[in-house]
Each structure stands twice: as C-alpha cells, then as structure tokens.
T-cell receptor, first 114, second 112 residues
Framework: AQSVTQLGSHVSVSEGALVLLRCNYSSSVPPYLFWYVQYPNQGLQLLLKYTSAATLVKGINGFEAEFKKSETSFHLTKPSAHMSDAAEYFCAVSVPTNAGKSSFGDGNTLTVKP | DAGVTQSPTHLIKTRGQQVTLRCSPKSGHDTVSWYQQALGQGPQFIFQYYEEEERQRGNFPDRFSGHQFPNYSSELNVNALLLGDSALYLC???????????FGQGTRLTVV
C-alpha cells in the first residue's frame, strides 16, 4: 500500500521568499512520486514527477523536488515565490505498474504575501 | 488533442437521486480512473477501468458504480445520493506506457 503525508496544511510566504512544501511517503515498492497544483475550481496540473531516474527533479514554473529514499521524502521547493504561485499543492504516490492509481496527501494551501 | 474532458462541469442534485458523470480520455489512453475530492481534502481513488472492466477499487460503497465503453470513455454513476457525496469528481486517463495520469477539469456535484 502507498500513502503520503503533507505537513502544515497552510503555508504562508512573502513574495520573493523560498517556498518549501514537505511530503513524506510510504510505499511497499519503489514509488513514482508527483507534485500537482490546483487552482480554485479547476483540475490538477502536474508540476513535476519522479520516476526512478534523477533524484533531483525540475518542473514547471521554477519548482523542483528531491527524492530522498533514506528519509522517504519528496519535498517541493521554489527559490523565489511569486504571487501567481498561490494555490493548493498536492503530493501523490503511485506504483510504476499503474500510473492511473495514485494516493494523494491532504494538500498544502500556499499563500503568497506581497 | 483535447486532453481529458468531463461533463457536465457543474450539477446540483437532491438527496436520494441518482447521477451520471462522463469522461472522455486523452487520445491514445485506454485506462480511466475516477477520484472524489471533498472540499479541503486531497483526491480519493474511487475505481479504475481498463478493457471495459473495473480493474481496481478504492474504499467506496456499492452506490458508486461505473462503466467503460469500447471507445475508452467512461461513466461514473452514484445512486441514492447523500449530502456527503458533494465533491469535485475528477477523471484521469493513462496508457500502458505512461508514467503519469492526466486529469480532467472535474465535475462539481452539489447534493442538496
């Protein structure tokens, strides 16, 4: 079975500050890991994914995440927050044999202060 | 490529009624998964269809059922609606060679 834990449901940063959203996973097999962003009343947009290649993954909009097996973590970072980054962020885990079935965390609401 | 399309975008139903939601997968994809996202929560896996059969199911009651058609499109049916069924329902499609699923914009169901 797979699961993810996202700590700190609400995260607030100032514009230009570092964004750090934490995700820890549990998986009985080597996992695939994902970060999605969701804007109000919209679907999920993939930010980046880890699929067992490079452990440092770069995604869209300047986001990146590092897979750390020893810490079972996949934290999302962005060096400098922009007002347009304000949204809901979800971490998810799946198994390589089934891309369609993912287990999601409860999400982080990111607020960016001017 | 139109991507994953879902219909309708919004609907309102009365408690006890039945509802059908529809999903057309991304071109070339043969697997459709359905998720329920309650307000303030992450998406929860309902079930997955492949080759017109339910391949996997999450922890949802039998009131939730589905179907996949030969063209890979899919329907989600919910019977005897409860107020707690109010949520955003997301459809995701994938192919056998994909490492990720592609999500539609969702259907917002409100049960009153």
């Amino acid at each position: 079975a797979q699961s993810v834990t996202q700590l700190g449901s609400h995260v607030s940063v100032s514009e230009g500050a570092l964004v750090l959203l934490r995700c820890n996973y549990s998986s009985s097999v080597p996992p695939y890991l994902f970060w999605y962003v969701q804007y109000p009343n919209q679907g999920l947009q993939l930010l980046l994914k880890y699929t067992s290649a490079a452990t440092l993954v770069k995604g869209i909009n300047g986001f990146e995440a590092e897979f750390k097996k020893s810490e079972t973590s996949f934290h999302l970072t962005k060096p400098s927050a922009h007002m347009s980054d304000a949204a809901e962020y979800f971490c998810a885990v799946s198994v390589p044999t089934n891309a369609g079935k993912s287990s999601f965390g409860d999400g982080n609401t990111l607020t960016v202060k001017p | 490529d139109a991507g994953v399309t879902q219909s309708p975008t919004h609907l309102i139903k009365t408690r006890g009624q039945q509802v059908t939601l529809r999903c057309s997968p991304k071109s070339g994809h043969d697997t459709v998964s359905w998720y329920q996202q309650a307000l303030g929560q992450g998406p929860q896996f309902i079930f997955q269809y492949y080759e017109e059969e339910e391949r996997q199911r999450g922890n949802f009651p039998d009131r939730f059922s589905g179907h996949q058609f030969p063209n890979y499109s899919s329907e989600l049916n919910v019977n005897a609606l409860l107020l707690g069924d109010s949520a955003l329902y997301l459809c995701a499609s994938s192919g056998q060679m994909n490492t990720e699923a592609f999500f539609g914009q969702g259907t917002r169901l409100t049960v009153v």
